[in-house]
């Protein structure tokens, strides 16, 4: 696999600025999780309750539940607009609650 942090130089006006651009790569295969998705992982383990925002296909969800959390009353929600999955969450004015850990993994780009 791929290493999460592909670092790239890319030439900004014609090469006369260098900036570092990182890539972080979707949790397709929870087989193989990234560098950067162990690394949530081991957050999101020791966090009572976690707010996924942007849900989407609830994969790091997944992950979670796989490497044991919720079986010590962890809480973990969901939120995202899809109407396609049942999300705890539609709309973040419907979140009153405080979450120890608020993921929020490829929402940016849409």
């Keep these: ?14 090469g006369a600025v260098q900036k570092k651009v990182l890539k972080f790569h979707r949790l397709d295969d929870l087989s193989d ?16 309750s976690i707010l996924d925002f942007g849900a989407g296909e609830m994969r ?3 992950l979670v539940i796989k490497n044991g ?3 010590k009353g962890q809480v973990y929600k969901t939120l ?12 973040i004015q419907d979140v009153k609650e405080k979450f120890d850990l608020i993921l929020c993994c490829e929402v940016i780009e849409h």
């Excluded at 791929?2 to 900004?12: D, F, I």
């Excluded at 999780?33 to 009572?48: C, D, G, V």
Aim: include cysteine; charge should be negative.
């Design 1 to 14: 696999m791929e290493n999460y942090w592909q670092m790239k130089n890319c030439a900004m006006d014609e």
């Design 33 to 48: 999780p990234s560098e950067m998705h162990k690394l949530l992982l081991s957050y999101a383990l020791s966090a009572k």
């Design 60 to 62: 790091f969800k997944e």
């Design 69 to 71: 959390y919720g079986q």
């Design 80 to 91: 995202d607009v899809s109407p396609e999955k049942k999300y705890d969450y539609r709309d």
